[in-house]
């Protein structure tokens, strides 16, 4: 009988209710030994069945609790991952914003040092092109007072040439007077 269920037997308890005979107000079995019997049986089953209910909400407990304990450690060990996922996300960023600091400095120090040679180009060419021009100034200077000189000692050489010229042509005309003179005495004599 240990094998019969409380409901069950609460089921046939029932049915045999639903069987009873009306008189009046009041209420008549047919049988009132077998609702009896039924009634031990719940009560000699009732026990067994608490215990078994009781161990099954136990065992219910444990599940849950199981449960709950493998929820609340994937909940950690997900979040655990999640932080370090977000921690590693973070790293990345970092890096990332880093790298693009040193990319931004490399490129602002690519294009000083490219504008500072620019500019020390440009200060170089200006200096080259005023010392060209000064020396060109000068080479223009030095040759304009070579050809002043030159041409003051070609006057003065001019000018001795002529001297001497003239000294030579006066001396011409004086030997010439001379060798007269001469001539003229020996045709005197």
Sequence with gaps: MTELRVSHLIDEADEMLDNKFHIGSY??????????????KIRAILPEEIKTAEMILKRRDDI???????ADRIISEAQTTAA????????IRAVREKAAKIQEQVKESCEEMK???????????????????????????????????????????????????????????????????????????
């Design 27 to 40: 209420c008549l079995f047919m049988n009132t030994d077998d609702i009896q019997d039924i009634l031990s």
């Design 64 to 70: 849950y609790m199981e449960a709950q304990s493998r």
């Design 84 to 91: 370090n996922i977000l921690s590693e996300s973070e790293l």
């Design 115 to 189: 504008n500072k040679a620019t500019e020390e180009a440009e200060n170089i060419r200006r200096t080259a092109i005023k010392e060209a021009m000064e020396t060109k100034e000068g080479a223009q200077a030095y040759a304009e007072e070579v050809l002043n000189n030159l041409d003051r000692n070609i006057e003065e050489i001019h000018r001795i040439v002529k001297n001497g010229q003239d000294y030579l042509t006066s001396q011409k005309g004086r030997r010439r007077e001379t060798v007269n003179r001469e001539a003229a005495k020996v045709y005197a004599e």
